[in-house]
């Protein structure tokens, strides 16, 4: 039978040989911009490398660093100010825990990657002019995000004929781009991209269905800490997603994906250890 599970295999991210047995967490790190004196910046980074640090303290695998630039309705930067903001953040942390950027420039990707980079993670999927190349000229790995319209209109007018297949087929589309040029298979992660041109009902039918995204045997992560729809479910405003968050993680590993993306990560592994235990025939307990 053709593979068509993640389980059992790995990604490779430049140093960095990801084991894909386990769901794995990526820990968020958002990089304010900041209009503050150069103190102030040197702050923010201080601020920035000490919540990765206890990110990783609390079970992350990997930390995603970026700005606010794809959050709904977010102005344009110029890549000069993107690579300002993430820069002294992956210098500070790199060669000790896998970094993940958002970017889509492949100026900041080409820099980043230099200062050791173990992924990219592009919502707009290398389609900037160059990107490909950047990253097949790399090591790293890369994941590669649907998104429907552009950040600053997205939310406005979401409109699909069947949402899971349009996504599907426009990743496979996106990942066979990556593989032609010469992006080996096994550093390459999809995205359904919750929340990126789509209405809660989108959302809501993509992760039900999250499993005709993992079954096309590309690495599957899944981005749904604290996203709005979230929130017209539970009735909560973005402080009080928590419980929310962790409950989607679950559902999504439990439909395929392998890597999660979350702002929580201590009871978001706590969760995933549980779904762990249950679902791996060889799960054996610590001596303790
Ligand atoms: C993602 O899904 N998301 S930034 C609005 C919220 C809460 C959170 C208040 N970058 C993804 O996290 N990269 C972002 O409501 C991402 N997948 C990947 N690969 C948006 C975000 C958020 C937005």
């Given at each position: 039978m053709k593979t068509v599970s993640a389980a059992g295999r790995a990604l490779r991210a430049g140093p960095f040989v990801l084991a894909l047995d386990r769901p794995l967490v990526m820990g968020i790190v958002n990089v304010t911009p900041d209009s503050f004196s150069d103190g102030g910046r040197f702050f923010d980074v201080r601020h920035a490398v000490a919540r990765a640090e206890q990110l990783v303290a609390e079970g992350a695998d990997l930390i995603d660093v970026g700005g606010e630039?794809?959050?709904?309705?977010a102005a344009d930067v110029s890549w000069q100010d993107e690579l300002a903001r993430v820069a002294p953040i992956v210098d500070a942390l790199a060669s000790r825990v896998p970094v993940s950027v958002d970017t889509s420039k492949p100026e900041v990707m080409r820099s980043v990657l230099r200062m050791g980079a173990a992924m990219i993670n592009d919502v707009r999927a290398l389609?900037?002019?160059?990107a490909l190349q950047v990253v097949a000229e790399s090591d790293a790995a890369v994941c590669l995000m649907h998104m429907q319209?552009?950040?600053?209109?997205?939310?406005?007018a979401p409109t699909y004929g069947d949402v899971v297949a349009e996504v599907s087929g426009f990743l496979r589309d996106r990942a066979m781009a990556a593989e032609a040029a010469g992006?080996?298979?096994?550093r390459i992660v999809l995205d359904p991209?919750?929340?990126?041109?789509?209405?809660p009902l989108h959302n809501l039918r993509l992760l039900r269905e999250l499993f005709e995204i993992s079954r096309m045997g590309w690495p599957v992560l899944a981005?749904?800490?604290?996203k709005s729809f979230l929130g017209r479910i539970v009735d909560r405003d973005v402080a009080d997603r928590q419980s929310a968050s962790v409950a989607s993680a679950l559902l999504a590993v439990e439909r395929g994906a392998t890597l999660v993306r979350v702002h929580d990560v201590a009871p978001t592994r706590d969760a995933l250890e549980v779904w762990r235990a249950v679902n791996d025939k060889e799960y054996t307990f610590d001596e303790r």
């Open positions: 630039s794809t959050r709904p309705g389609q900037a002019p160059g319209g552009l950040p600053r209109t997205m939310q406005l992006i080996a298979r096994d991209g919750f929340g990126f041109g789509k209405s981005g749904l800490s604290r």
